[in-house]
């Protein structure tokens, strides 16, 4: 009997993408699957919220985009984007390209791997430094803050986390880049921690 994957942003998706991310630790998964229930019981912003007086969201149609599930790896960048890519005439200490949520490149100059920097992709950093990432995760975005952030927070997927240690500065910057295909959707999550005395230059496409 032949399955099908949901992709509509529904109970079903969501389950079935926490069974694709069972790598996770449990502390992310309860904030998941807490953002998910905020989502189902909260509305879009109103015309009259503060905050949306000037954006009309009446046309935006959540069921017209796709749950980031089995995201592919090899995803090949889209001719659109790939301008940008090389950032030419900048050297660059590293970067991390994501296509539709999926990080598909990502690299590191050794000399600032060798000073502790750490920069690279979502998941591969947490399975490393999920201790060090766990305490700045969502300190700055509230997930509950409003609809889109609760999505965000239970859907997010990939997107390119930093570490600089306490007082390195990276001299040369880092660049990320978020591509969008034609039916694509972005739920990436970015996360920037810089310990005291630390700095660093982030250039983001």
Known sequence: ???T???AFTDESFEAFLAERQHEPSWLTDIRKTAWSHFRSSSWPARNHEEWIRTDIRAFKLERYRAPLGLRKDAALP????????????????????????????????????KGVVFG????????????IKPYLFQRLNPHYDR???????????GPVLIVPRGV???????VLAAISDEGIDLSHTLMILEDGAEATVLCE
């Open 1 to 3: 009997t032949a399955t």
């Open 5 to 7: 994957t949901p992709h």
């Open 79 to 114: 001719e659109h984007a790939r301008g940008g890519m090389l950032c030419p005439g900048v050297a660059l200490g590293g970067r991390v390209t994501a296509v539709d949520s999926a990080v598909v490149d990502g690299h590191l100059h050794d000399h600032w791997s060798a």
């Open 121 to 132: 992709d979502f998941d591969e950093v947490l399975s490393a430094h999920a201790d060090r």
């Open 148 to 158: 889109f952030a609760a999505l965000q927070a239970a859907f997010f997927a990939g």
């Open 169 to 175: 500065t990276v001299t040369e910057p880092l660049h």
